[in-house]
């Protein structure tokens, strides 16, 4: 039996870097713990002139995956590179040659989780993702073991930093889309291209890992539907806020009768609600289980240091695990073939507003679309006339009602003479703590 556990790593990042420096910051500790250190072999990097914040002797980067994939003495890859391909093949193949993994990643985990543990399994070797979600906010683990005993009904959850900073500003300081997430992009929160935040990709792969670990039933990225935040304005904040709401990109899963609602999207929230209050780069996850009942789970769902508190939690089980000879001590049974919803068949409360033609009878011809579509409408509001243009915002809030119904409301609403925009359709969550 080996002395040291053998670490190789796939990316040297930001997070990558991390992770070493924490491993090596605790080393004496992480000994003790375990009864054998850890060592960081090899590391693979795309560019080995580029300068790092690891703890690592320049010799121990590499161009080459096959430096990390056949040394013997590499016990475990942790893969830190980010993107499907070829991350995906290296974990492949890392688990192929007999080695354990741990990974960040979780567009490989949403897209492929279920095949590689399942390689894991038929291999004698673990495979851990904790910071896959929510970077170091403890879920992977709890969703596997604490909350087992439950089924979980719903999961409401913020699990995008960027959006959440970007939302947060908006509501804050009444600005623009546009000037918070510039705001976002100077502090480093949002990437230089936005496009995976702010359009939901990242909270959908995320959600797809959740759902399929609290429901033990695959859920893919592509069957989460997903709107990201590009088209809030700043007057649906305000109305939002008048009407007792904050608005969040929510992550929501759902077991019915019928089968699972996965979704990601903008939502009016409760402002008293927990969940409401959850600003900045915070992440969060509310669950409900039947025996549990709700909780809540907050903290850093990004940044080096948090991500780091994950990973290096998983190397310290999966330590233990080496060390007792043991391995998939929590199997992950993924056996349930429950099926996604298609988003029309879903059933929320709405908010919409327009612009109008500021004359009688426009809100009876829109209160007639709505009615013809079984859609009820629970309060109204008109407020800001543009004098000039003769027009007016109309707001409403409905009760609940099938989106399909909604957006064949929507787009017949959208036709009338009388109706100059839809300016914005956003789905209301009332949630109870
Ligand atoms: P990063 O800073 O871009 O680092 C990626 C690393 O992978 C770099 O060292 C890069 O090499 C290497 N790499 C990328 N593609 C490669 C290839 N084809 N061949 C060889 N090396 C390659 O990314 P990160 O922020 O550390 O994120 C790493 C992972 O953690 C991702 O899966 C991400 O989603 C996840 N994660 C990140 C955070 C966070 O806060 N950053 C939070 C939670 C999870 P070079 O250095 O030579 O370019
Ligand atoms: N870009 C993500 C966020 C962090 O803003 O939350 C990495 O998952």
């Not at 492929?112 to 970077?135: I, K, P």
């Not at 006339?385 to 027009?391: I, M």
């Amino acid at each position: 039996m080996a002395s040291r556990i053998g670490l190789g790593f796939f990316g040297l990042g930001t997070v990558g870097s991390a992770v070493v420096g924490a491993l090596a910051e605790r080393a004496a500790r992480l000994e003790r713990q375990i009864g054998r250190p850890f060592e960081v072999r090899r590391a693979l990097v795309r560019d080995l002139a580029k300068p790092r914040a690891a703890p690592l002797d320049a010799a121990a980067l590499t161009l080459d995956a096959a430096d990390v994939l056949d040394d013997p003495d590499v016990h475990v890859v942790v893969e830190l590179m980010g993107g499907v391909e070829p991350a995906n093949s290296y974990v492949r193949r890392a688990l192929q040659a007999g080695k354990h993994v741990v990974t960040a990643n979780k567009e490989v985990m949403a897209a492929h989780g279920v095949e590689l543990l399942e390689l894991a399994a038929a291999q004698g070797r673990d495979l851990y993702f904790e910071a896959s979600v929510g970077g170091g906010i403890p879920l992977i683990g709890p969703f596997r073991q604490d909350l087992a005993a439950n089924q979980i009904r719903q999961v409401h959850a913020i699990l995008n930093g960027t959006t959440n900073y970007i939302l947060t500003e908006m509501a804050a300081a009444g600005v623009s889309y546009e000037h918070a997430l510039a705001e976002a992009q100077r502090l480093g929160y949002a990437e230089p291209d936005p496009a995976n935040d702010v359009e939901g990709a990242d909270a959908a792969c995320k959600l797809a890992i959740l759902a399929s670990l609290a429901f033990t039933s695959p859920v893919r990225p592509a069957d989460v539907y997903r709107e990201g935040i590009t088209r809030i304005r700043a007057a649906d904040f305000r109305y939002a806020d008048e009407l007792g709401y904050g608005i969040k990109l929510l992550a929501i899963a759902k077991r019915g009768a019928q089968g699972l609602e996965a979704r990601v999207h903008p939502a009016f929230v409760q402002k008293d609600l927990l969940l409401g209050q959850v600003g900045g780069v915070y992440n969060a996850v509310w669950l409900h289980g039947d025996l549990l009942g709700r909780a809540l789970f907050i903290g850093r769902g990004a940044g080096p240091e948090p991500t780091s508190s994950a990973i290096v939690a998983d190397l310290i089980d999966l330590g233990h695990n080496i060390r007792r000879g043991v391995h998939n001590r929590v199997p992950l049974a993924l056996d349930g073939r429950l099926p996604v919803l298609p988003m029309a068949e879903v059933r929320s409360r709405f908010y919409f507003r327009l612009w109008v033609s500021d004359r009688p009878g426009v809100l009876a011809r829109i209160g007639a679309v709505c009615g013809e579509h079984a859609i009820s409408i629970a309060s109204v509001i008109q407020k800001e006339v543009d004098q000039h243009a003769s027009r007016a915002e109309l707001v409403f809030l409905t009760h609940e009602a099938q989106e399909a119904a909604v957006q064949r409301a929507l787009a017949r609403i959208a036709r009338l003479d009388v109706v100059a925009e839809v300016a914005s359709l956003i789905r209301v969550e009332d949630l109870a703590e």
